[in-house]
């Protein structure tokens, strides 16, 4: 059975950071492209970011770029979303995501249970 | 970066067939065969439903069917159940790397 565990998430100081880790296990981590989805409270869906199978490559949102990093260790099958300067508009549940098909996809089959980040004074 | 434009909201009596739309340009919906749709229910994470436009993941039922003309990509529900109630968002490629979703529309039962 395919799982995803975030873990890391909490409250947070406007320019604060947070890493926030997903714990995959149940498929083989090391050959799906993962992404990041976040969800304001009461919002809508938008992607944070996408990051490849081999961890060579990534793409950010322009409202994260230059303060998330996204990463994976496929040794221990676990990605991370590294977060820094963080806005009160970062507020959000945060997303672990697998990819539905090995390579390049448009579709997102497996969601984590989400990690709540609040950034506020 | 803009989102996709759908309809806010949508409604359907059971049995019936709706339609949502997922308009974009050129640049992410008319450009490439990468659209998504994802069904929400209040308090959970978001099911796919529909990738790279008219592909069904294992265990969707076959009620759902997605397409694509131009710069509008379109998600049909046949045979409207009281369990899809829900609100829907598309998804789309933007350029080279970007990933961009629509605002989401909300499915009333009727």
């Known amino acids: 059975e395919v799982q995803l565990l975030e873990s890391g998430g909490g409250l947070v100081q406007p320019g604060g950071s947070l890493i926030l880790s997903c714990a995959a296990s149940?498929?083989?981590?090391?050959?799906?492209?993962m992404r990041w989805v976040r969800q304001a409270p009461g919002k809508g869906l938008e992607w944070v970011s996408t990051?490849?199978?081999?961890?060579?490559?990534?793409d950010h949102a322009d409202s994260v770029k230059g303060r998330f990093t996204t990463s994976r260790d496929n040794s221990k099958d676990t990605l991370y979303l590294q977060m820094s300067s963080l806005r009160a508009e970062d507020t959000a549940v945060y997303y672990c995501?697998?990819?539905?098909?090995?390579?390049?996809?448009?579709?997102?089959?497996?969601w984590g249970q989400g990690a709540l980040v609040t950034v506020s004074s | 970066q803009s989102a996709l434009t759908q309809p806010a909201s949508v409604s359907g009596s059971p049995g019936q067939s709706i339609t949502i739309s997922c308009t974009g340009t050129?640049?992410?919906?008319?450009?490439?065969?990468?659209v998504s749709w994802y069904r929400q229910h209040p308090g959970q994470a978001p099911k796919l439903l529909i990738y790279?436009?008219?592909n069904r993941p294992l265990g969707v039922s076959d009620r759902f069917s997605g397409s694509k003309s131009g710069n509008t990509a379109s998600l049909t529900i046949s045979g409207l159940q009281a369990e899809d109630e829900a609100d829907y968002y598309c998804?789309?490629?933007?350029?080279?790397?970007?990933?961009?979703f629509g605002g989401g529309t909300k499915l009333t039962v009727l």
């Open positions: 995501v697998k990819a539905v098909i090995v390579g390049v996809t448009s579709g997102y089959d497996y």
């Open positions: 149940g498929f083989i981590f090391r050959n799906y492209f």
């Open positions: 990051i490849n199978s081999h961890g060579s490559s990534t």
């Open positions: 050129g640049s992410d919906v008319g450009g490439y065969n990468y």
């Open positions: 790279d436009v008219s």
């Open positions: 998804n789309s490629r933007r350029g080279t790397t970007a990933v961009v």
